[in-house]
């Protein structure tokens, strides 16, 4: 079903994260994937989680912090370079602030 489609997941944590089970089922359907942690605390067991799929020299496993516009342009820079262009996106990052969360959705903060 995914057999040779690229795809994004941002916020792998760890191997409870809702990101990793996506990755996961998404890499036994066949996609490539690009995995991202939020920053150094993470990279470590996100790169020892993605040795574990299946052909994990052709994941992509990078930071991307969401709040910091330069991980952001380096992310995209290194999908473009891998692959030109993706197939899906599944954005899975689990932090909001409780306040941001009483507002409307179009009126949260980056």
Request: charged share 25%.
């Amino acid at each position: 079903m995914l057999e040779g489609k690229k795809g994004l997941i941002l916020g792998v944590a760890n191997k409870r994260s809702l990101a990793w089970a996506i990755a996961r089922a998404c890499a036994a359907r066949g996609a490539k994937l690009c995995i991202t942690y939020q920053g150094p605390r993470f990279e470590a067991g996100t790169k020892e989680l993605a040795e574990t799929l299946p052909n994990p020299a052709d994941v992509l496993v990078l930071p991307c912090e969401i709040t910091q516009q330069a991980d952001i342009d380096s992310l995209v820079a290194a999908v473009a370079a891998k692959w030109g262009s993706l197939d899906f996106v599944v954005h899975s990052i689990a932090y909001a602030n409780p306040e941001e969360l009483k507002r409307p959705f179009r009126e949260t903060s980056k």
